[in-house]
Structure formats: structure tokens, C-alpha cells
């Protein structure tokens, strides 16, 4: 059973940095072929933010290109954020995929394993 614990969250004036993280952890055979990050608003659906997927590459939101990073350490994931605004107000959750396959970038559905979350408040 694969875990992952999101840390990091918090308050943030617009314009600033913060960077959230992620410890996976309970992997015992294979890898992690595809680590995410997403994002949520109360009545709104689930967003995808940022994947780095089993070969290193990374993709971005169109909403997020140029602010936020998506990387890795061990294993622990990271979401680097900068220049924050407003808007990237929302529940931050971590994701992965540990089964090999194609897979359609950022879509919920196709990843196995999520965080519980941690909240990203941005204020002007």
C-alpha cells in the first residue's frame, strides 16, 4: 500500500513562494511511474497541476506554466510555487501511478494513489 503524506501548505501573500512536498512511502516492487500534483476548489472539479512522469519529463497546466515546479528527492515529490495569485488558492493533493502503461497526463482517473491533501491559501 503506497502513502502519500502532502506537508507545506499554508498562507501566502500574492506575488510570494512556497513550496509543498511529499512523502511516498509503502513501495515495495516496481517504481513510481508517474508522480502529480493536483489541486481542488470546493464546487469545482479536480485539477491537474503539474506531472513528472516515469522517464523525468514534466507537464504543466497551462495556468501554471512558468510559476510552478514539479520535482523529486528520494521520495519525496516537491511543487515548487512562485509568484503565486489568488487563484492558486485551493487544496493541494499529491498523486502517483506505480503501474507501467500509458496513461493521459493529469486526468484523476489515471492515477492509483493519492494524499490527503494540504491547503494553499493565497490572499492579495
Known amino acids: 500500500q503506497v502513502q502519500a503524506v502532502e506537508s507545506g501548505g499554508g498562507s501566502v501573500q500574492s506575488g510570494g513562494s512556497l513550496r509543498l512536498s511529499c512523502a511516498l512511502s509503502?513501495?515495495?516492487?516496481?517504481?513510481?511511474?508517474?508522480r502529480a500534483w493536483f489541486r481542488e476548489v470546493p464546487g469545482k472539479e479536480r485539477e491537474g497541476v503539474a506531472d513528472?512522469?516515469?522517464?523525468?519529463r514534466t507537464f504543466y497546466a497551462d495556468s501554471v506554466k512558468g510559476r510552478f515546479t514539479i520535482s523529486r528527492d528520494q521520495n519525496t515529490l516537491y511543487l515548487q510555487m512562485d509568484s503565486v495569485k489568488p487563484e492558486d488558492t485551493a487544496m493541494y493533493y499529491c498523486?502517483?501511478?506505480?503501474?507501467?502503461?500509458?496513461?493521459?497526463?493529469?486526468?484523476?482517473?489515471?492515477?492509483?494513489?493519492w494524499g490527503q491533501g494540504t491547503q494553499v491559501t493565497v490572499s492579495s
Open positions: 498523486a502517483g501511478k506505480t503501474s507501467p502503461g500509458g496513461y493521459r497526463i493529469l486526468q484523476p482517473s489515471e492515477y492509483t494513489f
Open positions: 509503502g513501495l515495495k516492487y516496481g517504481r513510481y511511474w508517474s
Open positions: 513528472l512522469d516515469g522517464d523525468g
